[in-house]
């Protein structure tokens, strides 16, 4: 059975850092393309980064530059390293593992954790 666990959200600061963690079961890593989506009150799950089996990252427009994504194959986790937060970046962040090598579009992604709220105060 695949899980996939977040961790690591909270109540920050603008312009503080958080670092969200991914941990997978039941599936091993390397071999996937993981994502992270965030969805907002009110509004659509949105992409947010990703890094494939060949650890070539992408990142949405929003976050380039303050986003890191990096995955730890031997431990089986992805990270989501987050600096110089602010309010738009409010929202519950989602992992996801895809069998697609290069791919920004949700429903590409078969297995999702259960999100970690993030909430940044002005």
């Known amino acids: 059975q695949v899980q996939l666990v977040e961790s690591g959200g909270g109540l920050v600061q603008a312009g503080d850092s958080l670092r969200l963690s991914c941990a997978a079961s039941?599936?091993?890593?390397?071999?996937?393309?993981m994502g992270w989506f965030r969805q907002a009150l009110g509004k659509e799950r949105e992409f947010v980064a990703q890094?494939?089996?060949?650890?070539?990252?992408y990142y949405a427009d929003s976050v380039k530059g303050r986003f890191t994504i990096s995955r730890d194959n031997a431990g089986n986790t992805v990270y989501l390293q987050m600096n110089s937060l602010k309010p738009e970046d409010t929202a519950v962040y989602y992992c996801?593992?895809?069998?697609?090598?290069?791919?920004?579009?949700?429903?590409?992604?078969?297995?999702w954790g259960q999100g970690t709220q993030v909430t940044v105060s002005s």
């Open positions: 996801a593992a895809s069998g697609t090598r290069y791919t920004t579009d949700s429903n590409q992604y078969a297995y």
């Open positions: 890094i494939s089996w060949s650890s070539t990252t």
């Open positions: 039941g599936l091993t890593l390397s071999s996937f393309t």
